[in-house]
């Protein structure tokens, strides 16, 4: 088999994860390579928000920040406790700070900012903080990239708004457009923002941003990135001492099979499973879509399936990055394209009922923890609640974001035609349309409406978290909880969506594959949604996700370079005894 090429490292996956493991090994005189199975890089990371949890890291310091690693300790034992390792934690919580320092100090591309004000997801836990510690990459010229802009995935079309270019800030801003000044302010900022790129200067957000970013110190590196270059087995070599190695890949490029070998280690940094509906059926609870997935194309586990032929084991194959959410009708077609409902659930005029008209979990609940209660309650066997409702009213439509609308914007013609958003004058027919018992549905609407007028939500505790807070609204009594009693009324239904499959190759604590016997897989390491996260059942914060990608690949590049000289060290011992 012709050979392709020959790297120190050779990295599976281009989005943060591949991408920061690209950068370190540079960093430290590795010789690597980026191979991507589609024509576009970037990966899950470029269809994101951009935004990464790493606690107590100098961003954070330097714009003032309560944070400590004390405090991060302390928070990451409360919420992701002992479903993984203590080394795995301690590993995230040491190596995450230094690798952003590492790669700002290497790169004038590397800048972020704090998100100051978006919480944590839990944070009244203890070490949780109400400012939370997630950060943004800043801004990005898009001119800097030149050829490579179009080569990035493109944004997710439900992420956009209008066309204009939106932060995820923003988005909570916007959300109080009539209720607040912050939100009148933030309306002329994104329209300044959206002219002046398409006038002078248009500028990257979000993912987009951090993928760009991650791209140009690439290219000033000198690292090749191999798109349209599929993997489709890893290459193992027998050692002296009987081991099998991981030494490379096979791959497929432009219709020809070749290998590229890896004189160190390979690292499987190409995502999950979320577009395999084959694996989604094996491992998940039913029912369980592809077409749920904000998974871009690719994501159908091939360094998974990789490592599994080769004797690696999993975990938390089970899991997703849940997200629940809607399906919206295409343009012009019978495609449905998923829609997020984060802002949408916890907004005071919504709730969500499930196939008998009842409430049944906390609307403003992190994402990942709603979708698990969707399943458990789907579970029980007593109504359906996959699909769900969500509910609101006249009230909320006028006020509110919803549906990636503006306040006071009426819905498409074709959603309400077409039946994808119901509407109807009385909660009766609104009952009927989508089959749930109307006297049910009456009465639910009307304890919730009872609970916004006390601003305490009995049943559930919506609003109670400043979790929820940051997407409500904060002239009401309780920010999250309004009436819903005003006609028309409106239904959308609710499916357990994701951002990405959550189970994947078991790793230790310096990301190396382990076997069902816990034994690491020699020059095989592994990153992000290719692996059985670090955040375990849950989900700390926002960007959980891209902050385990690039800090698993960071440490796997640690112990490759100190892993060598380890043994080095330890073969020299030898010759001296």
């Known amino acids: 088999m012709t050979v392709e090429g020959e790297f120190d490292v050779v990295i599976v996956g281009s989005g943060a994860g591949g991408m920061t493991a690209a950068l370190a090994a540079h960093n430290r005189g590795l010789s690597c390579v980026v191979i991507e199975a589609q024509n576009r890089y970037g990966g899950a990371t470029a269809v994101s928000g951009g935004i990464v949890w790493i606690p107590a890291n100098h961003v954070l310091k330097r714009e003032g920040s309560s944070d400590t690693p004390e405090l991060a ?33 290497a790169s004038r591309w590397f800048r972020f900012h704090w998100a100051k004000g978006y919480p944590d997801y ?77 006038v002078s200067t248009p500028r ?31 290459v193992t070599t027998r050692e002296q001492d009987g081991t099998e190695r991981v030494s490379g ?28 509906q084959e694996l989604r059926d094996r491992y998940h609870p039913a029912p369980s879509k592809a077409e749920w997935t904000m998974s871009p194309e690719g994501q159908d586990g091939d360094g998974i399936r990789a490592g599994l032929q080769i004797g690696a084991d999993v975990d938390l194959m089970e899991k997703i990055w849940g997200q629940p959410s809607t399906l919206v009708p295409a343009d012009g077609s019978d495609d449905l394209r998923v829609q997020f409902l984060h802002i949408d659930r916890a907004s005071p005029s919504t709730l969500v009922v499930n196939g008998e008209g009842k409430r049944y979990y906390n609307e403003t609940a992190p ?50 035609d077409g039946g994808y958003v119901k509407v109807a004058q009385t909660v009766e027919d609104l009952a ?47 920010p999250n909880l309004a009436p819903i009693d005003r006609p028309p009324f409106y239904a959308v239904a609710v499916y357990p969506g994701d951002v990405g499959t959550k189970g994947g190759l078991k790793i230790d604590e310096r990301s190396r594959v382990l076997t069902a016997d816990n034994r ?31 800090v698993n690949s960071y440490s796997a590049v640690l112990d490759i370079v100190e892993g060598n000289q380890r043994a080095s060290d330890a073969d020299t011992t030898a010759a001296r005894a």
């Not at 969707?374 to 996959?386: C, I, L, Q, S, T």
């Open 367 to 416: 994402y990942t923890e709603f979708a698990d209660a969707m399943y458990a309650e789907h579970a029980k066997g007593v109504a359906p609640a996959v699909p769900s409702w969500m509910i609101f009213d006249q009230r909320g439509k006028r006020r509110y974001m919803l549906l990636r609308t503006f306040p006071m914007s009426r819905f498409p013609k074709s959603w309400t």
């Open 73 to 105: 300790s302390t928070y990451f034992d409360a919420t992701v406790g002992e479903r993984v390792s203590k080394a795995r934690r301690d590993s995230f919580l040491q190596d995450g700070p230094r690798m952003l320092s590492e790669l700002e100090q």
């Open 432 to 478: 009927a349309q989508i089959g749930v018992p109307a006297e049910q549905l009456k009465q639910t609407l009307q304890r919730y409406s009872s609970f916004a007028r006390t601003g305490v939500d009995e049943d559930f505790g919506k609003g109670e978290s400043v979790y929820g807070h940051y997407y409500g609204d904060p002239t009401l009594k309780n």
């Open 249 to 276: 890949v096979k791959v497929e490029r432009g219709g020809v099979e070749s290998e590229i070998i890896a004189r160190r280690a390979v690292i499987l940094a190409s995502g999950g499973f979320g577009r395999s």
């Open 204 to 234: 990257l957000t979000a993912g987009r941003a951090l993928v760009g970013r991650l791209r140009l110190a690439m290219r000033d590196a000198g690292i090749p990135l191999y798109l349209s270059t599929r993997m489709t087995e890893l």
């Open 122 to 198: 839990y944070p009244e836990l203890p070490g949780g903080l109400t400012e939370g510690r997630s950060i943004a990459p800043e801004l990005l010229d898009a001119r800097e990239l030149g050829g490579d802009l179009p080569l990035m995935n493109p944004p997710i079309a439900t992420m956009a708004l209008k066309g204009l270019s939106i932060t995820p800030a923003d988005f909570h801003d916007l959300n109080m457009l009539t209720r607040t000044w912050r939100g009148k302010r933030a309306i002329f900022r994104v329209l300044y923002r959206t002219l002046k790129g398409k």
């Open 520 to 550: 690491p897989i020699p020059g095989l390491y592994a990153s992000g949604n290719t692996t059985g996260s670090v955040m375990g059942d849950t989900y700390p914060g926002a960007g959980s996700s891209i902050g385990a990608a690039m």
